[in-house]
């Protein structure tokens, strides 16, 4: 067991690196050299990554992959995507080759109010409290005019504060139940600033207050902080065709077929256990834009989940419908995104990104986002109630597989070539290799 040791962030990165070495590994060279292989040769790069978080040590490298011809609203996008996963990407790019001869998608951005809350416990009258606020209230939004006021210039700023009495639910307890909006940024720190302005100023108009109406001591302010769910910052994004211009073939005619695709959306608005796998598929795509473009995936994943279970049982995120002969998919999902401030500025791949987008807004980049998991779902219910997943899923994991017997450049084309007309399975592949070898 490794030692417990004080001081460690204070260490270089090399003794830091010496010390893993020493008391988690056996062969430490060995460890040593696998941390080094991924630094950056270029220095000020390597800082520059080294400085985004604490104690790092090396880099961990996810492919920067790209998904082209996505037709949105009339404009031609080519989408960049970080994601471990193989097939995602080209389930992706096929979803968008179908639609753009079908009108392509369409999206629309419904509303982008984020929201935080300072909850606080309050021992005195509801109604006491209820008033206080009232009084104070021009005084809170005076609090964070310096905060607000470079936000404000962009058109974003703080939209209301409100008193919500949840002492129902828990004894004694009340918010400050904030709305913003932040426009192109995601906002976090903005959000939090505000909140914890808030806070103070709730205290230290308590403080001011007449003693036999207000008491301070009656007040304690748990915590302020933004809330990662955020239905009322919203994106829908759809398709649509006559479903006559989905393929025939001797399994399914086109009509079967989008039938068939409509029951499997019912199945994941009415089974949870299907709709979490069914949401699963759509976050690879909507996960691996957002980490490309240097948003915040952990938020995101938070915020589309609370909202797909909103109605109280969890249900998915997009639905299909038939009517007229007509077939239409469409997803509508919480994305708190941003295209400038945090990464957005500093790490060259997000720079690069958001350049190969055309430097979207983050109502743009909303939009986008909401296509990749609508094509990513698209993508996966057509495997799924056609070839199944496997057949394609193993086809584009075959390399990972190769990988892992450290095949050489002749075997692998050995085995694109064989795999080309058989199913590609781990044994499949490791009979292939034995084969070749011996
Ligand atoms: C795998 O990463 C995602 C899928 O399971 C999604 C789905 O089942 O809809 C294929």
Not at 143 to 167: C, F, H, Y
Not at 378 to 383: E, K, L, M, P, T
Request: proline residues 3%; aromatic residues 10%.
């Amino acid at each position: 067991m490794a030692p417990t040791i004080s001081g460690f962030s204070k260490l270089s990165k090399d003794d830091k690196i010496k010390w893993l070495a020493a008391h988690h590994f056996n062969d430490e060279v060995q460890a040593i050299a696998t941390l080094k292989k991924y630094w950056n040769s270029d220095e000020q790069l390597q800082q520059l990554h080294d400085e985004f978080t604490e104690n790092t040590i090396s880099n961990y490298y996810l492919p920067f992959s790209v998904a082209p011809n996505f037709l949105i609203n009339g404009e031609r996008y080519t989408i960049p995507m970080t994601i471990e996963e193989s097939s995602v990407v080209a389930a992706a790019s096929k979803a968008a080759k179908f639609w753009l001869t079908r009108g392509g998608f369409k999206a629309e951005v419904l509303a982008t109010t984020k929201v935080g809350q300072v909850h606080f416990m309050y021992q005195g009258e509801a109604t006491v409290l209820s008033e206080f606020f009232q009084d104070i209230k021009p005084t809170l939004l005076a609090s964070v005019k310096e905060l607000t006021a470079k936000m404000e210039k962009r058109g974003g700023g703080i939209r209301d504060i409100q008193l919500v009495n949840k002492s129902n639910d828990l004894a004694h307890y009340y918010q400050l139940h904030c709305t913003f909006e932040t426009v192109d940024a995601m906002g976090a720190n903005f959000i939090n600033s505000c909140l914890e302005k808030f806070a103070e100023t709730l205290l230290a108009c308590a403080e001011t207050s007449p003693k036999d109406i207000i008491k301070l001591q009656d007040f304690e302010i748990v915590m302020s902080i933004l809330s990662n769910y955020v239905p009322d910052c919203v994106v829908s994004a759809s398709v649509s065709c006559p479903i006559s211009d989905f393929p025939n073939t001797p399994q399914l005619s086109a009509k079967q077929y989008a039938e068939k695709f409509v029951r499997a959306v019912h199945i994941a608005q009415i089974e949870p256990y299907r709709a979490v796998t069914h949401n699963k598929g759509i976050m690879n795509g909507v996960d691996a834009v957002v980490l490309a473009t240097g948003n915040d995936f952990r938020a995101i994943e938070a915020g589309a989940h609370a909202y797909a279970a909103k109605e109280g049982s969890y249900k998915s995120l997009t639905k299909a419908t038939i009517e007229n002969d007509q077939f239409t998919f469409s997803i509508k999902i919480p994305l708190a995104l941003g295209t400038v401030g945090g990464l957005t500025n500093l790490h060259p791949l997000v720079k690069f990104a958001l350049q190969l987008l055309g430097n979207p807004n983050a109502k743009q980049l909303m939009k986008i986002v909401a296509v990749a998991g609508l094509a990513q779902n698209f993508a996966a219910i057509n495997s799924l109630i056609t070839t199944g997943i496997q057949q394609g899923h193993m086809k584009m994991h075959l390399m990972n597989i190769l990988n892992q017997f450290n095949a050489s450049e002749n075997e692998k084309n050995e085995a694109v070539s064989f795999f080309k007309n058989n199913t590609v399975s781990y044994s499949a592949v490791e009979q292939l290799l034995e084969k070749l070898r011996s």
